[in-house]
């Protein structure tokens, strides 16, 4: 029986569920450091996060690959329930753990997922033991702790420069086509202006929120802004194309049959994605931005660069992190930086528990689907 429809609607489901818990990784550090409120941070994270599923299309081929043709022997003949029992087991799991708020991993429970079907489906010889255990084991047991010592080395640095930015700001003057530097005290210095058009700037001791200066500003929270959109970016990318592979489970070339279908498919996630992130990304954002460690904008910039990054260069090698694991790991590692005392160690106990039972819960539930598919179908 062709399932291809059910299989499309469940990865809209998923793409959906994924956005419930998964933007809150990249805009947590917005609210926690007090820079805006959960609606306008979500918004944002949404946003982007549309975008780089949308950039994920071209640009994520290798992960695309690993989760459709990566984990089952090529000769296989793939039972049209798999698909559906995979992505079943998957958004029940991160459903549920959103609406508990805890923030889990997509990419860990789609993982749970293949390989428990997989085994039911096939047996252990039906598994490429390799692309489970070099490309998703390795990658998924390292990226915390990455995330712990990259945050350590750019939260320093970051600090210091901060230091010397603190009070700091460029305006940019349309009017006068210049732009300016204002610090704490008041004193401007012109960067650039063009020649004998409007009026010259020289000597303004005012802000640029002041009488004096208009034009758009850029400061610190500007940069931390900038960062949490590229920590959303970086997800999109991340995330959208191991949901999409699903469309293409089991193909030995995997290939899309025509550009119609990739742009449909990646469409539809993108689209479903921002959905679950705008409408339901308040629950498991308030943990990560509230109940981890307290922030400022500097410490809650040092973790989106740590985010951002890692996921960013694992998504162009096709290897598949955790945004969860590396944003969750990178706002502790700044709370440590402060001291022990700074974290709050019972809800990492119930974020460490979440991930470590996501692997069999997420496995479980797919074995539950396939059977009940099998069964009725």
């Keep these: 029986m062709d399932l291809s ?14 956005g419930t818990n998964d933007v809150s990784k990249a805009i947590a550090t917005l609210v926690g450091s007090g820079i805006t409120s959960y609606r306008t941070a979500i918004a944002w994270g949404t946003f982007w996060t549309i975008v780089g599923a949308a950039v994920a299309a071209s640009a994520a081929t290798a992960m695309v690959k690993t989760f459709s043709s990566g984990f089952f ?45 997989g085994l039911l489906t096939f047996g252990s010889e039906g598994l490429i ?24 080395f750019i939260h320093p640095l970051i600090k210091s420069i901060a230091k010397r930015w603190e009070g700091l700001c460029v305006c940019i003057m349309p009017s006068q086509r210049a732009l300016v530097t204002i610090d704490a005290r008041g004193y401007t210095r012109t960067l650039f202006q063009a020649g004998s058009i409007g009026v010259p700037v020289a000597s303004v001791p005012s802000q640029c929120d002041r009488v004096g200066l208009s034009g758009p500003t850029l400061g610190l929270d500007s ?23 699903m469309l293409l489970l089991g193909s030995s070339a995997a290939s899309w049959g025509s550009q119609t279908l990739q742009i449909l498919a990646f469409a539809g996630v993108a ?3 921002g959905s679950g992130s705008y409408w339901g990304g308040h629950r498991v954002t308030e943990v990560l931005a509230e109940h981890v ?23 162009t090698l096709g290897l598949p ?31 460490v528990l979440a991930w470590l039972v996501t692997l069999p819960v997420a496995a479980l539930l797919a074995c539950l689907v396939y059977l009940l598919l099998t069964w009725t179908i």
């Design 129 to 152: 033991w390799a692309t489970v255990s070099k490309k998703i084991a390795l990658p998924l047991l390292l990226s915390p702790f990455l995330a712990l010592g990259l945050s350590f």
């Design 321 to 351: 992190v955790s945004t969860t694991h590396v944003s969750s790991s990178a706002i502790i590692g700044i709370g440590l930086l402060k001291g022990t005392t700074e974290v709050r160690w019972m809800t990492v106990r119930d974020m």
């Design 73 to 117: 022997q090529p000769d296989l003949v793939m039972p049209a329930t798999l698909a559906p029992a995979i992505l079943s087991g998957t958004f029940l799991w991160v459903l549920f753990a959103s609406v508990t708020g805890l923030p889990v991993s997509t990419t860990h429970a789609l993982t749970g997922s293949l390989v428990g079907a």
């Design 5 to 18: 429809a059910l299989t499309f609607f469940l990865i809209l489901v998923l793409a959906f569920a994924n």
């Design 223 to 245: 940069i931390h802004w900038l960062s949490s959109g590229l920590a959303s970016l970086a997800r999109g990318i991340n995330d959208a194309p191991k949901i999409a592979a």
């Design 271 to 273: 689209t479903a994605m």
């Design 293 to 315: 460690t307290k922030m400022n904008h500097t410490e809650g910039l040092s973790a989106n660069l740590t985010t951002s990054s890692l996921v960013l260069l694992s998504g």
